[in-house]
């Protein structure tokens, strides 16, 4: 059996506050937007720029390059009540300096759930309440204030 990762495909209720989240505040890219009108949904599917950087696409292929992690975004047009959140887990991704990208979803008005106390790790949650884990790269980081202090909020 042949197994290849496509994406993971998450749920979303606004697709402008998903995009803050997910493009400015954790930097991922996006490739491709469909309006299915008959459908009624939008899928936004976005990647990191490390990983768009890596991939090294087979010109033969046409649509979204196969190999390449990805997150879809699915928005349902008609409205639906989106629960269970932290029952899918959480995306992780790996960033070059843990408090520099806790302080640009501060920055956002995002709530930091698990502040990276100890330059490792750090908790984020999405406009749909997923659960986003950002790892430092390398080794950790020296702890640092206001981080090193900071207590939790909510759950992560």
């Known amino acids: 059996m042949s197994v290849e990762y496509l994406h993971t495909m ?55 390059p196969p190999g390449l992690p990805m997150i879809e975004l699915t928005h349902n047009w008609d409205p639906e009540e989106l629960e269970g959140g932290r029952n899918f887990g959480h995306l992780a991704y790996k960033v070059d300096d843990i408090y520099a990208a806790t302080e640009r979803f501060q920055e956002i008005g995002v709530t930091i759930n698990r502040p990276p106390r100890d330059g490792r790790m750090c908790f984020v949650r999405s406009p749909d309440g997923i659960s986003v884990e950002l790892l430092q790269k390398g080794d950790a980081l020296p702890p640092k204030e206001p981080w090193a202090s900071a207590e939790n909020i909510g759950t992560w």
């Open 10 to 64: 998450i749920r979303i209720s606004d697709v402008d506050a998903a995009l803050k989240f997910f493009c400015d505040g954790l930097g991922l890219k996006e490739l491709r937007r469909v309006d299915n009108e008959a459908g009624r949904f939008t899928l936004v599917f976005l990647a990191s720029p490390e990983d768009i950087a890596r991939h090294k696409p087979d010109p033969n292929e046409t649509g979204l």
